[in-house]
């Protein structure tokens, strides 16, 4: 019989308290890159993102992603309303592991709101919010994650993420950059970071509850775990370095704002692979990855879409990156519930990851497309354009981020954030053009 073990619990419930901190680290990483009219806005995309997806886990998501498999595509009603749920699910409080999936459910979502910074309508957010969560990840997890899932049952390895989260959540922020359209006047006006600060301790905080999020994800406090903690911190690492390396060559100039771009990169390509891959690789991985994202930010301009915080760029890039790094590197030895990658003889875990990938991206890709569809023709999707330009802070919430001393508004000119320039290939870069 199953039994409780403390230990394993009570890292399960730190690693939760960890991962919920990340959404509000998101916020102030997203926010502090968009113009100060838009800051509130930003940072209400993430935090409304925890009591919608908490109360539609609690209520029926849980269930579709975790309970007892339908031809392995989606789970049963058995748990609705969390009720009829096991005591114990492996060594801690099947609770305990329900509030730490809950806390994936809630950041997934909100990742991809950076494809769509300062312009859509809150109410259509609130609404594609529950669609997505509910018809994309929590069928995608299902397939993942739970007993009977079709791709684990294939054997595809996602430890903590990569494909579930961070793919997913990318490649729906292109379909919502190309459907949603560009923000008014870009590329030829871009829209500088109004507070750098935020952003980095964003990074920071991000980079901080992501132990919780790779290493928690072993559900016990053992080897496991610590595999995944040293390996999640050496990726961070190799991404921040990978970036700005290639950044100060290509532009001349080492940022800040690279170096906390480069590290959520390499923490995002780390996450499938944290807890079936040895420490070097995780490095390798990382460093891959921020140089790989740091491209992939740099052509987004060229290609026509305004993915206005790089969601895709970081999260899809990287999350696909380190899935497919994943089926190389595994190794079998670290981990039982694993296999061995390409590099230790076995290259058909290469091709699971890649078809793995492939399911995921494409089953997100048509279903937002279809959410997104649905919800222009009925509620609409983005603000009016003098909207758009008095700031969504004030339109939207009645608020203001910043109250300039002696002065009852902040804002005299509503695109005083944005200066006139030739298109930047990317975020770091477009505060040096300006400099």
């Not at 690789?281 to 026509?304: M, N």
């Not at 890039?317 to 899935?323: D, E, I, N, P, T």
């Not at 002696?406 to 000119?413: K, M």
Request: charged fraction near 10%; aromatic fraction near 10%; proline fraction near 4%.
């Amino acid at each position: 019989m199953e039994t409780i073990n403390t230990g394993d619990t009570a890292w399960l419930l730190v690693s939760c308290a960890l991962v919920l901190l990340m959404t509000p680290a998101l916020a102030l990483f997203y926010a502090g890159m968009v113009r100060r009219k838009n800051v509130l806005a930003t940072i209400m995309h993430s935090l409304v993102a925890i009591p919608i997806v908490s109360l539609k886990w609690c209520l029926f998501g849980y269930t579709l992603a975790f309970g007892p498999t339908k031809y392995g595509i989606i789970g049963g009603l058995d748990f609705i309303g969390l009720r009829d749920l096991a005591p114990v699910h492996g060594t801690v409080p099947t609770l305990a592991f329900v509030g730490f999936q809950m806390m994936f459910a809630v950041i997934t979502p909100a990742l991809i709101s950076g494809a769509f910074a300062e312009r859509m309508k809150f109410g259509s957010y609130i609404a594609f919010v529950l669609l997505w969560s509910t018809f994309v990840y929590d069928p995608v997890a299902h397939w993942v994650w739970a007993d009977g899932g079709w791709l684990l049952k294939l054997g595809a390895l996602d430890f903590a993420g990569g494909t579930v989260v961070h793919l997913t959540a990318g490649i729906s922020a292109l379909v919502c950059a190309v459907v949603i359209g560009k923000r008014n006047g870009y590329p030829q006006r871009k829209a500088l970071p109004h507070n750098l600060t935020m952003t980095l301790t964003g990074a920071g905080m991000l980079w901080f509850g992501w132990f919780g999020f790779n290493a928690g994800s072993a559900l016990t406090s053992g080897a496991l775990a610590a595999l995944a903690f040293v390996a999640t911190h050496l990726g961070a690492a190799g991404g921040a370095v990978g970036w700005v390396a290639v950044e100060w060559m290509h532009r001349g100039k080492p940022t800040a704002l690279g170096v906390a771009s480069g590290l959520v990169a390499g923490l995002v390509a780390i996450t499938p692979a944290a807890g079936f891959v040895a420490p070097w690789a995780a490095a390798v991985i990382g460093l891959f990855a921020g140089t790989l994202c740091y491209f992939a930010v740099v052509k987004k301009d060229s290609l026509g879409y305004d993915d206005s915080l790089d969601a895709f760029g970081v999260h899809g890039v990287g999350g696909f990156a380190g899935a497919v790094l994943t089926g190389a590197f595994a190794q079998k030895s670290l981990n039982d519930a694993g296999s061995n990658g390409a590099l230790f003889g076995n290259p058909r875990q290469l091709g699971i990851q890649l078809l793995a990938c492939g399911a995921a991206a494409l089953y997100a890709a048509v279903v937002t497309w279809g959410i997104l569809r649905a919800l222009k023709a009925t509620i609409g999707l983005r603000v009016d354009l003098e909207d758009e330009r008095e700031g969504l802070d004030a339109i939207i919430h009645g608020e203001e981020g910043y109250v300039l001393s002696g002065s009852a508004t902040a804002e005299v000119d509503p695109d005083q954030d944005v200066v006139v320039a030739a298109p930047a290939p990317a975020r770091a870069t477009d505060i040096a053009a300006a400099s």
